[in-house]
């Protein structure tokens, strides 16, 4: 008897009995769904963190300085005097305070993102002012009540007018003197047009600490390590320690970020794969069920003629087409399910969100749960080949 | 001629508990090519044992079985399946139709198990119900259809695989005595056409209708002959029992 015999033999039987077939599917198509869905929203989530950092800039290396414990104190005249020191590898430098608390807008609070920051920010997120000026030097030194705000917040706050308007971040009113090009289409709250700079001096003033944390650029992305080192190099002659301060770089954040969110996905998809154990269970069950109530019919197979490994193949092909089956099925429910979450995704975080399981899940989705019928298949359709022929002829 | 099936002192036990059951007791016959036989024998007599020997469903504890000159004896599971696919055809008291199956897809399952392609297989099923005269429902299911009608279908199965052995397990037992009849008389037919059929029933109404008779009495051979003998349907034990009546 052939494969495409067993095959043809296989799907008439569980056709025949469709409510049971999909009864005891249930569990493969549900761990194949689940793990398509996890593997998709990891893999989406990790493409929506890569993008969002590649627009912060990879070039960048973040500098975050601890708040207290060293004995001297690095004020950002230093931080500009060390990067001043090494044209060869760091470029531009922008201390960054963000503030928590939102801004205020008229009556309302938004969710709005605002951050102090040096007049350099611009040039270090590529980002250009289309109405008003951008951030000066003297809006720094004065510590001046000003702000640019994104694109986004002008459309969405002020109709397109927000040059000149005010509004409030921690209970300072600040003047619009820019609005920044938009970044994104569609813009969305909550998105990179949805933000505020000021100059980090003012900002440092309303949060009441220290300038801690700085983004540098370096000259040439593809030296890193190089750039990092000299970084590390003169912080810890400042310090005379590598204690107090942390240098990280977009790249390595990126990594370590992907890196997190890809063995989360790895643990919740295997404790979602567990659901395609017990589901390889339940068909076994339902498979040594089959064989004591098709006895019968397996003594008339052997009495014409069936050889065990026919009977063998016959009821191991049929655990292992149901569970293929399933995890099709399963295949398209994760599909939709992810479609689903995309939506929801999309709606919470205003941020498209594609939600994409990938042909290698799919494909590994399928041939596992091929295997998992083959594999608790085998123990029943062992059973069912050794049955003596003359027993099963007159088993009622 | 060599016998076609050669029983030569066969026997057969069962462990039961602590003692053992002597099923079959020496027991030796020889068929040839062509006959007909019953073996008739109550409940208890050693006929389904030597049914399930002949049909190579079970071996011999003792004794050779030799069908169509190959000792069935020796030989493994696999090699008993491939001889019953090959040499023999079962027609059995309850039909065990597969109920899933159409009685063209019936019939094919020999064939099937034999490797035949599916072309030829289809062919060969279709002719094989035609000839028992269900070829135009094909399609049905056995449950479908009457008791009769579903050993017919049976019968083509056993005949598609052209064996060389028909064995029939009480085929009229599940019949009202009119379509037992014409059972019976297809049998008389394939035999007529040159085919060997054993018979094995507990019936001697049913007995008779062959031509040969092999009585089995407690796992021994106590009568081989001629059908139409008057002591081929008198058993020692009931004696007196009506024999050769018009069925």
């Keep these: 008897m052939s494969i495409a015999e067993s095959l043809a033999l296989a799907l008439k039987n569980i056709v025949s009995s469709k409510v049971r077939t999909l009864l005891t599917m249930l569990g493969i198509i549900i761990g194949v769904a689940a793990v398509i869905v996890i593997v998709g929203l990891g893999n989406g989530l990790e493409n929506y963190v890569a993008g969002s950092f590649s627009s912060m800039g990879a070039n960048t290396l973040t500098v975050t300085v601890m708040p207290r414990g060293a004995t001297r104190t690095l004020e950002t005249e230093d931080m500009y005097a060390i990067v001043a020191e090494h044209p060869e590898e760091l470029a531009l430098c922008s201390p960054t305070v963000s503030l928590a608390g939102g801004v205020k807008i008229g009556a309302g609070t938004t969710s709005t993102s605002a951050a102090g920051v040096s007049e350099d920010y611009s040039s270090i997120y590529h980002s250009l002012v289309s109405q008003g000026r951008d951030l000066q030097y003297s809006d720094i030194a004065t510590r001046a009540k000003v702000c640019v705000v994104g694109a986004y917040v002008n459309q969405a706050y002020f109709g397109g007018n927000a040059v000149g308007q005010t509004l409030r971040v921690g209970g300072q009113a600040l003047t619009i003197v820019g609005v920044l090009e938009q970044q994104e289409s569609p813009m969305e709250e909550g998105g990179s047009d949805d933000c505020l700079y000021l100059p980090y001096s003012t900002a440092a003033r309303l949060g009441g600490s220290r300038v801690s944390s700085y983004v540098v650029t370096m000259v040439d992305e593809a030296r890193l390590e190089q750039s990092k080192q000299v970084l590390e190099s003169a912080l810890s002659g400042f310090f005379g320690s590598d204690d107090y301060y942390t240098i990280i770089s977009m790249s390595e954040l990126l990594d370590a970020m992907t890196g997190t969110i890809s063995l989360l996905v790895g643990v919740l998809a295997g404790i979602a794969a567990i659901s395609l154990v017990v589901g390889g269970i339940g068909i076994m069950n339902i498979m040594l069920v089959s064989v004591t109530e098709r006895t019968r019919e397996i003594g008339v197979r052997k009495s014409l003629g069936a050889k065990e490994r026919s009977i063998m193949a016959q009821f191991v092909m049929e655990a292992a087409v149901t569970s293929a089956l399933g995890g099709v099925i399963g295949i398209g429910l994760g599909y939709l399910l992810s479609a689903v979450a995309a939506t929801v995704a999309a709606r919470l975080m205003g941020e498209a969100l594609t939600v994409s399981p990938g042909l290698f899940a799919v494909l590994a989705a399928f041939g596992i749960s091929a295997g998992i019928g083959v594999l608790f298949g085998y123990l029943p359709a062992t059973k069912a080949a050794r049955l003596n022929p003359i027993d099963a002829l007159h088993y009622d | ?247």
């Design chain 2, 1 to 247: 001629m060599a016998a076609l099936i050669a029983f030569q002192d066969v026997c057969k036990y069962y462990r039961m508990g602590d003692g053992t059951v002597t099923a079959a007791d020496h027991i030796s016959f020889a068929i040839t090519r062509g006959e007909f036989t019953a073996i008739v024998g109550s409940s208890g007599s050693g006929k389904s044992t030597c049914m399930n020997i002949i049909g190579c469903l079970d071996v011999p504890s003792a004794g050779t079985y030799r069908l169509n000159g190959r000792d069935v004896g020796q030989m493994n599971r696999n090699q008993l399946a491939e001889i019953r696919n090959e040499l023999l055809g079962f027609i059995f008291q309850q039909y065990n139709l597969l109920p899933k199956l159409n009685l063209l897809e019936n019939v094919e399952v020999p064939l099937m198990y034999a490797g035949v392609p599916r072309g030829e297989r289809r062919e060969r099923a279709r002719a094989a119900l035609e000839q028992l005269g269900l070829g135009d429902k094909w399609r049905h299911k056995p449950m479908e259809l009457s008791g009769g009608q579903q050993q017919r279908v049976s019968i083509a199965r056993a005949l598609v695989g052209k064996p060389s052995v028909i064995l029939a397990d009480e085929p009229t037992g599940a019949l009202d005595s009119r379509t037992g009849r014409e059972v019976l008389a297809i049998l008389q037919d394939l035999h007529a056409q040159g085919h060997t059929v054993v018979l094995i029933t507990h019936d001697n109404t049913i007995a008779v209708q062959a031509q040969r008779i092999i009585r089995l009495e407690d796992g021994r051979v106590v009568y081989d002959g001629p059908a139409s003998a008057p002591e081929a349907v008198v058993t020692p034990r009931a004696a007196g029992l009506p024999g050769g009546g018009g069925v």
